[in-house]
């Protein structure tokens, strides 16, 4: 998720995963691009953002009403109260019939105030059906990633499981690798690489899944260590993305890790395990829990 603070001179904080930049030069306020922003805030800001919008447009609504003297039939004399009030029947199209408006100047402002309420009340309600219609995938990742051989070659591996109850269809899965390194005329640049994986594709996505990339000569981790991964700055993004099976929409989700999330030498505890009564269980509160890879007493290698 990419989330952004405020700086002085259109300095910004953006916060990618656990890593901050600081961005300069750009004017990110909320009307750069405002339906972004309110499909991006959380619930709480955006009803909280549309309540100040209303309380505001009233104000300014009474004050309009207020300047035109006795426009308002029924409302006390100078209650700007009662003009607040008259404003919000107005700006929401009620209308109640004790208040209305006796002269030109009273059913002129009422118009352009029933004007911005409906288009007001258009946009609001489009912005809330696509946040509600907007998939979201409840994938949950594990906190870190590991390193150690499986299957007999080495391995990194990520996990992730599903949250929902339904399945995801045609899902696939990757894994990329950003890092630091210089150019031929040795200018320092940021990499991105794609990591091969065994099984990048998985046709029905109900439980947990785990991704394995080979760490052989086609690698760019071979050879590399925790020291060396420091030195890059290594950093890892896993991504999933599948057909939701009740809404049909695609939905896509990702996790970012860095080099010190690596759990070299060991691997994810087994989540699958079989109760007394022969029903099988996902424990999802092992998600991110590794262990240590146990050795072959009499080879050396791995069990």
Known sequence: MIRRRRNADHAQIVRIGDREFL????????WT?????????????????????????????????????????????DSFVDLFFFSIETLATVGYGDMHPQNAY??????????????T????????????????????????MTMAPHDGRNMLMARFANARRSSVNAARGEIWLIYNDDTAEGVGYRRFKP???????NPIFAFSWTLFHPIDENSPLFGLGPEQLEAMDAFFVVI???????????????????WRDIRFG???????????????????????????LEADENSGAPA
């Open 266 to 292: 060991e691997v994810f505890a087994d989540i699958l395990n079989t109760r007394e009564n022969g029903v099988p269980q996902i424990d999802y509160r092992q998600l991110s829990i590794t262990e240590p």
């Open 240 to 258: 999933f993305d599948g057909l939701d099976d009740v809404s049909g929409q695609t939905i896509n989700v990702r996790k970012g890790y860095s």
């Open 106 to 119: 009273g059913h002129s402002v009422a118009t352009l105030e029933i004007f911005t309420g409906m288009s």
């Open 121 to 144: 009340l258009a946009v609001f309600t489009g912005l809330i059906f696509a946040r509600f219609s907007r998939p979201r995938a409840r994938v949950i990742f594990a906190e870190v």
């Open 23 to 30: 961005t300069r030069g750009l004017d990110q306020s909320f």
């Open 33 to 77: 691009d405002a339906f972004h922003n309110s499909m991006s805030v959380s619930w709480p800001a955006f009803f909280g953002g549309f309540g100040l919008y209303f309380l505001v447009m009233n104000i300014i609504f009474a004050t309009l009403f207020w300047l035109g003297g006795d426009s308002i039939a029924n409302a006390r004399q």
């Open 195 to 201: 990591l091969q994986l065994l099984q990048a594709r």
